[in-house]
C-alpha cells in the first residue's frame, strides 16, 4: 500500500506538471476516478487504460454527449498514442481540453472531430455525415437528407462570408481548411460546433 501511495504521488505530480489546465487536487481526482473506471472495466486493458465502450458510456452519463459518431471520433483523437485505449495522461489532457480548453484549443479540436478522413479538410460529405448523425429527424413526411444538404449548405454560405480572403472562398471547392474553420469560428464563436456537438455544454 506504501509503494502504492508513493507511486500514486509520483504520477499525480507528473500529471500536474503537464497539465495546462487542472491543480494537483484536481489532478488527483481525476486519477481515481480513471482507477474507478478501469476497476469496472475490467477490460484487457485493465491497469493500463479503458476502451472506447466505458469512455462513451463515461462521457454519455457525465456530460449527456449521446452522438456515438461525435464520441468515436472524441475517443480516437483523445488516443494519442493510437493503442485502443485511453491511459492515464491521455484522460488527464482530454478533460482539460474538453472541460477548460483555450478557445484556439477547441477550434483545432473541434476541427479535428469534424475532420473524418484526416485529410486537413471538412468536406461537404464529412458535413453532412456528421449533421446526419447529430440532427433528429421531426416528420417521416419530410425528405430528411435534403434538409441535411441544405443545411451544408447555409453552413458553408456562412463561414465562407467570415472569411471572404480565403482560397476555399475563391475556389468554392465546398470544403474548409483548418485555417477557413479557425477565422469563421474567431469571428463567430457559434461556429465552433457547427457541424454537430463535440463538446460538453457548459453546465
Given amino acids: 500500500a506504501a509503494m502504492s501511495r508513493k507511486r500514486m504521488k509520483l504520477l499525480v505530480d507528473s500529471l500536474t506538471r503537464s497539465s495546462k489546465h487542472f491543480n494537483k487536487s484536481e489532478v488527483e481526482c ?33 456530460f449527456g454527449m449521446t452522438d456515438d459518431v461525435v464520441l468515436d471520433r472524441v475517443f480516437s483523437i483523445l488516443d494519442k498514442d493510437n493503442d485502443g485505449s485511453i491511459a492515464v495522461a491521455e484522460w488527464v489532457e482530454g478533460l482539460g481540453l474538453l472541460l477548460r480548453g483555450t478557445l484556439d484549443e477547441k477550434i483545432k479540436f473541434c476541427f479535428q472531430v469534424y475532420d473524418l478522413n484526416g485529410d486537413g479538410y471538412i468536406s461537404r460529405d464529412e458535413m453532412f455525415q456528421m449533421l446526419k448523425n447529430s440532427l433528429l429527424i421531426q416528420s417521416v413526411d419530410e425528405e430528411p437528407e435534403e434538409g441535411i444538404k441544405d443545411l451544408v449548405e447555409i453552413a458553408l454560405k456562412k463561414m465562407a462570408s467570415t472569411f471572404c480572403d480565403t482560397l476555399s472562398d475563391h475556389d468554392h471547392d465546398g470544403k474548409l481548411s483548418f485555417e477557413d474553420f479557425e477565422k469563421a469560428v474567431q469571428d463567430e464563436n457559434l461556429l465552433l460546433e457547427a457541424f454537430g456537438p463535440c463538446l460538453p455544454d457548459l453546465k
Fill in 30 to 62: 481525476l486519477v481515481n476516478l480513471f482507477d474507478t473506471l478501469v476497476a469496472k472495466a475490467r477490460s484487457d486493458f485493465a491497469g493500463v487504460g479503458f476502451t472506447r465502450v466505458v469512455f462513451r458510456d463515461t462521457l454519455h452519463s457525465a
